[in-house]
């Protein structure tokens, strides 16, 4: 007889939050310059990206993750930059799915769906998350401001049903007088499709994007414009940790997400840690400063040693940026979400 799988026990911080997921940035570029994430003031022709050399490699992203999934992560997050642009992104997947204790998840912009989805399936990833601010062109292309068409990402979207990802996600960052008026047609083009639409309220992530709260648009103001046309009934969470507030039409025509991080702060749940592109961890996704592992992998530390210093960095966390945002707190350097992943 088989021995029975004796499962991780899960690292606690000092909010008594377990360790269960893991974001990993595998590429600080972009081909977007979404005014929320990577503006064209801060990101534009002489923004200087990381060397190759300065890249984890597959193979020490395989390292770490095994290392992570003996500490307790059950998920993994590919995020960028736009991670489609890492080439050969399905190498690494595939490593990632041989790991074989892992649910595997990507976040992309979908321009590059339509040629990467189907080797992406094949390689083991498990579900997708596609961004897509607006349905029509106009306020789509203010956003990206790169001129990149809706149409391209719903190909990218169709693309990824057809390889076997489904329910896909879409998510829309919602900033006031820029986006807030596709909130409906995007609820209405979504509906009954199969996917979950979900709205991310405009967050002040890094010190580029220019944030002010007069830019939010709440999540009780989402939800109240969608209730307008469509009625809405709330949803019980999926699990403990989950960042999305979910809600089904009441016809039973799919269900919505939103992601409420400015004025319904879900810090006291958060069981996140966060992999730069160059091996940094980051305990917050607006911390100011990470910590260097690529150093020690590349210094000959054993998996041990590096396991013992993601418990030690774990364990010491007492992150909640959210719940304590005040004037001050916004002001600070943080450190840019394209480095670190949304």
């Known amino acids: 007889m088989d021995a029975p799988l004796v499962k991780t026990p899960a690292l606690i911080d000092r909010l008594q939050r377990p360790l269960r997921d893991l974001r990993i940035s595998v590429t600080d570029r972009c081909n977007f310059r979404c005014v929320y994430c990577m503006p064209k003031e801060s990101f534009g022709g002489g923004h200087q990206f990381m060397r190759r050399s300065e890249l984890l490699s597959f193979e020490e992203i395989h390292r770490l993750a095994s290392i992570f999934a003996d500490q307790g992560v059950h998920k993994i997050r590919l995020t960028?930059?736009?991670?489609?642009l890492r080439e050969r992104l399905e190498l690494l997947v595939e490593k990632l799915a041989g790991i074989g204790k892992l649910e595997l998840t990507m976040t992309t912009n979908g321009s590059l769906l339509t040629r990467k989805a189907q080797a992406l399936r094949s390689a083991g990833l498990n579900r997708l998350t596609?961004?897509?601010d607006a349905i029509d062109d106009a306020t789509f292309r203010a956003m990206n401001d790169v001129g990149f068409l809706v149409k391209d990402v719903l190909d990218g979207i169709e693309a990824a049903s057809r390889a076997g990802f489904g329910p896909i996600k879409i998510n829309?960052?919602?900033?006031?007088?820029?986006?807030?008026?596709?909130?409906?047609?995007?609820?209405r083009h979504f509906r009954g499709s199969g996917h979950i639409l979900r709205f991310i309220e405009y967050m002040d992530v890094g010190?580029?994007?220019?944030?002010?709260m007069d830019d939010v648009v709440s999540a009780d103001e989402i939800v109240d414009k969608i209730?307008?046309?469509?009625?809405?009934?709330?949803?019980?969470?999926n699990y403990v940790g989950e960042v999305a507030r979910r809600w089904r039409y009441a016809d039973g025509n799919g269900e919505i997400g939103v992601i409420a991080s400015v004025t319904q702060a879900f810090c006291a749940d958060c069981n996140r840690l966060r992999l730069s592109t160059d091996g940094k961890l980051f305990t917050c996704l607006f911390a100011t400063q990470g910590h260097d592992l690529r150093e020690m992998l590349r210094s000959g530390a054993?998996?041990?040693?590096?396991?013992?210093?993601?418990?030690a960095i774990w364990?010491?966390?007492e992150d909640r940026y959210s719940e304590i945002r005040t004037?001050?707190?916004?002001?600070?350097k943080k450190i840019e979400m394209s480095y670190i992943g949304g």
């Open 172 to 187: 829309m960052v919602v900033k006031r007088g820029l986006n807030d008026h596709a909130i409906l047609p995007m609820a």
């Open 227 to 237: 209730n307008t046309e469509f009625l809405l009934e709330p949803l019980p969470g």
């Open 327 to 332: 004037a001050a707190t916004v002001n600070l």
């Open 302 to 311: 054993s998996d041990d040693a590096i396991a013992s210093r993601i418990a």
């Open 315 to 317: 364990q010491a966390r």
């Open 130 to 132: 596609v961004s897509l």
């Open 80 to 84: 960028g930059g736009e991670p489609l």
């Open 207 to 212: 010190a580029s994007n220019g944030w002010r």
